[in-house]
T-cell receptor, first 112, second 115 residues
């Protein structure tokens, strides 16, 4: 049962433009959401997170938006850089839970 | 570099065999979680250990078992290997039981191929 879904397996964007990655979830108990970035042969690294009490969180070029009523979140990367080429995972957890539920990932390719 | 180290990085096993994967957690972290990432999928939670006790388990059969040692390093053991066990196994360490974003550190993973 996939509770976190990333429906776009891949995204190609030109350097300097905006990358928008989408994520949907089904579990209404989720209250904390995270984005991870993964390069080949490396483990996932934390990028940015958002609590369910917020609808936006910004960190430099990265902004995450949360729409609780739609059970949808998105990650915006502006401007996109070649080093942003990686797999991005959306993850979620519920209050007091010890585990992360991950989406299948979106592979981002930033073209020069 | 996260300070979480996993070994071995790659291994090939035959169906029916047993495998042990190892993880050294980040200094100061007392919690270790294991995830399985099959090709084309996101990581799936296997179980978590907190202070040497299993603290939660995902939807994996009992042939997946683990240990945590007094120094908080951990092992994942898989018995009676099946072809579908072929995956990247990720270890994540954190200072507490619940996820809190930038305090969870993943290792590079162990690639297991079952033939």
């Amino acid at each position: 049962d996939q509770q976190v879904k990333q429906n776009s397996p891949s995204l190609s964007v030109q350097e300097g433009r905006i990358s928008i990655l989408n994520c949907d979830y089904t579990n209404s108990m989720f209250d904390y959401f995270l984005w991870y970035k993964k390069y080949p042969a490396e483990g996932p690294t934390f990028l940015i997170s958002i609590s369910s009490i917020k609808d936006k969180n910004e960190d430099g070029r990265f902004t995450v938006f949360l729409n609780k009523s739609a059970k949808h979140l998105s990650l915006h990367i502006v401007p996109s850089q070649p080093g942003d080429s990686a797999v991005y995972f959306c993850a979620a957890s519920a209050i007091g839970d010890y585990k992360l539920s991950f989406g299948a990932g979106t592979t981002v390719t930033v073209r020069a | 570099e996260t300070g979480v180290t996993q070994s071995p990085t790659h291994l090939i096993k035959t169906r029916g065999q047993q495998v042990t994967l190892r993880c050294s957690s980040q200094s100061g972290h007392n919690t270790v979680s294991w995830y399985q990432q099959a090709l084309g999928q996101g990581p799936q939670f296997i179980f978590q250990y907190y202070r040497e006790e299993e603290n939660g388990r995902g939807n994996f059969p009992p042939r997946f078992s683990g240990l945590q040692f007094p120094n908080y390093s951990s092992e994942l053991n898989v018995n009676a290997l099946e072809l579908d066990d072929s995956a990247l196994y990720l270890c994540a360490s954190s200072p507490g039981g619940s996820p809190s974003g930038n305090t969870i550190y993943f290792g590079e993973g162990s690639w297991l191929t079952v033939v």
